[in-house]
Structure formats: C-alpha cells, structure tokens
T-cell receptor, first 115, second 114 residues
C-alpha cells in the first residue's frame, strides 16, 4: 500500500480553469503538507495542516486553497489557473508538526501543466 | 531568511567512483539537516538526517554526511557509487520551532554510468 498517495499524477488544463489535487496518507500521521517544485527543481512549502488545522501558510496566491476534511486527507484546490502555476506539486506527511527533526513522507507528485 | 545551496547541479560518475555532493545552508541558529533522494519514477524519501550528536551521520545504502557547523555545510558522501544510485538528491534544513517547515536546496542530478 502506498503511504502517501496523490491524484492525479498528471494534470493538463487550460488557463482560467479550476482544478483540484487530492492527497491521502494511511500512516496515521497528524500533519500534512503541500510543496511546489518549480522548473528549476526548487521545492518550496506552500501549506501545512496539523489535525485539520492550518499551521503553515506561505506567501501563496489566494487562488490556492487547501482543504483538509480529516487528518488523513489534504486536498489542494486551485482557481483560475495561470501559466506560472505549471509545476510539480508534492504532498507529504509527518508524525508530528512541532518537531523540526521530523521525517517527511512524500507522495509521488502531481505534474500540473497549464496551457 | 534560511536558504540552502547545492553546488553541483548535475554530476556524472562511473560505477565505483567516490561521490561527494556539496550542501551549504544559511541560518545562525540550531538546525536539523536532511538529505532526501528521488529515484526515477519514485517519490522523495529520506536518505539520512542530522539533528544532534555525532556530526557524521550514516544513512541507507552506504551514504553518509558530515555536519560541519563552522562551515555551515552538510555534504553527502559515498565511497563507491552504483548504477542504482542514479537519482535526484536534495539537501534540506529546518530550524527548531519551524513546525516542520523544510527549506530545500535546488537538488543535484546524479547519473552513474555502468
């Protein structure tokens, strides 16, 4: 069983559309994250939820909205997609949020291409 | 602000060659340091981490890294690489109280020729 699974793996869409990426973890972790990897391979954190509560919210356009229906799920909804949103989005989870030496478990990524 | 710099963006080695990937970070306080690896078609996974104690840490698959505080460095090493080590390697840092926020370097693509 995949520990952190995200869908879809590939997402190709037109500018202006609204799309969602789903993420689920079956590790029983309390904390989940969304990271964005740009074309230069830099991975940057976008959001983090701990037990359905938002704890990290980096400078991300309001068009991006995370939603956590329960602690095993963290979905990412993107409104009015722009060309610059094209990237690989990684979901991750960790046992606890408030220990900086926590190991992260990553999903396999969603490659978003905005045309 | 914290940042992580990986000097080598693309490294090509032959099997059995020794490997050292550079990683430097900028942060004056207590840090936790990580190396993550992404094999082709797979997800990112932890290779090793340092948060206290012996500055020389050993990870999976024969990798090790040394934390040198005076140089703000955490270089990754392996004495003899294998073709299966072909992957993307990411250095990352977090600081105490940062609620699990990891700052990643740009990554290094390692290609090992058989």
């Amino acid at each position: 069983d995949t520990a952190v699974s995200q869908t879809p793996k590939y997402l190709v869409t037109q500018m202006g559309n609204d799309k969602s990426i789903k993420c689920e973890q079956n590790l029983g972790h309390d904390t989940m994250y969304w990271y964005k990897q740009d074309s230069k391979k830099f991975l940057k954190i976008m959001f983090s939820y701990n037990n359905k509560e938002l704890i990290i919210n980096e400078t991300v356009p309001n068009r991006f909205s995370p939603k956590s229906p329960d602690k095993a799920h963290l979905n990412l909804h993107i409104n009015s997609l722009e060309l610059g949103d094209s990237a690989v989005y990684f979901c991750a989870s960790s046992q606890e949020a408030y220990r900086a030496n926590e190991k992260l478990f990553f999903g396999s990524g969603t490659q978003l291409s905005v045309l | 602000a914290q940042s992580v710099s990986q000097h080598n963006h693309h490294v090509i080695l032959s099997e059995a060659a020794s490997l050292e990937l550079g990683c430097n970070y900028s942060y004056g306080g207590t840090v936790n340091l990580f190396w993550y690896v992404q094999y082709p078609g797979q997800h990112l996974q932890l290779l090793l981490k340092y948060f206290s104690g012996d500055p020389l840490v050993k990870g999976i698959k024969g990798f090790e890294a040394e934390f040198i505080k005076s140089k703000f460095s955490f270089n990754l090493r392996k004495p003899s690489v294998q073709w299966s080590d072909t992957a993307e390697y990411f250095c990352a840092v977090s600081s105490s109280g940062n609620t699990g926020k990891l700052i990643f370097g740009q990554g290094t693509t390692l290609q090992v020729k058989p």
